[in-house]
């Protein structure tokens, strides 16, 4: 099973009351392919919380998703600041997120753990000063 | 209880989706802070929140909600009544609190965990 379907999207790093609308598309999409609305939902939830954090963390970054049969893979990556500490970054409640981004109702340290939660396979590559590339995969 | 049963208890305001007060309702949540519900919430049916911007209801979209109600008088703008009706989501507005209008909805039959 090698093909699949490549959805691509540039994640806007300026516009907060965009953030998500390339989940919201990759949510229709694979409604209209007839997958489980579980998954859909796994699938949403992941990308949602990283196109956030491209938004407030990294000023945008681009969002490719790959959908095979067996499984739906999704890879943000970004030109942000990277992330120093994968492990600190990956514990609940830790954040770096400003009290601007907190009002807004994000910022809870929660995008990393939710990402890792509802997702089989989560690989983050950061280097700082260059940028995150973080691989997500969902088994169907 | 249906929208239009929870409309009627919070005394609320439709905003958006008329068409959805007939729909059934088992669970809610209440948070002003969407990464927590993105977090703790399964399967629950409103969101209750004090927050207002375009990403509250993207949260609910993304949760499957169905309905959304803004506590303590708060108004959604025109951009976010065009997301929801988008999505299918019914937008309400009630000037009760968060804890009061939790709480109400609690007392009548409509519980935390959609499986009760």
Redesign the interface.
């Known amino acids: 099973m090698t093909d699949s379907l490549t959805f691509h999207f540039d994640v806007d790093g300026e516009n907060?009351?965009s953030?998500?609308q390339a989940?919201?598309q990759v949510?229709k999409n694979l409604r209209e392919l007839g997958f489980p609305?579980e998954i859909i939902?796994r699938v949403?939830?992941a990308m949602?919380?990283g196109e956030?954090n491209m938004v407030i963390h990294a000023g945008g970054g681009a969002a490719d998703v790959d959908v095979f049969e067996d499984r739906i893979v999704i890879v943000l990556s970004d030109h942000g600041p990277g992330i120093p500490d994968i492990d600190l970054a990956m514990q609940e409640g830790y954040s770096t997120a400003t009290d601007n981004v907190r009002s807004?109702?994000?910022?809870?340290?929660?995008?990393l753990?939710?990402m890792k939660?509802y997702t089989d396979e989560m690989r983050i590559e950061s280097k700082v000063g260059k940028g995150t590339v973080i691989t997500m995969c969902i088994f169907v | 209880m249906t929208i239009g049963k929870l409309k009627e208890l919070l005394d609320a305001e439709v905003l958006c989706g008329e068409e959805r007060l007939d729909s059934d309702i088992h669970s809610a949540c209440g948070s002003d802070m969407m990464s927590d519900v993105l977090a703790y919430v399964k399967d629950q049916a409103v969101l209750l929140t004090g927050l207002v911007n375009s990403q509250v209801i993207r949260t609910a979209e993304m949760m499957d909600m169905i309905c959304v109600v803004f506590v303590r008088s708060k108004r959604p703008t025109p951009e976010m009544l065009e997301i929801a009706k988008d999505s299918g989501i019914a937008v309400l507005a009630t000037k009760m609190r968060m804890y009061e209008a939790c709480g109400t909805l609690y007392a009548n039959g409509l519980g935390a965990n959609p499986t009760a």
């Open positions: 907060f009351v953030a998500g989940s919201v949510k609305p939902r949403s939830i949602y919380e956030i807004l109702g994000f910022g809870a340290g929660m995008g753990p939710n939660r």
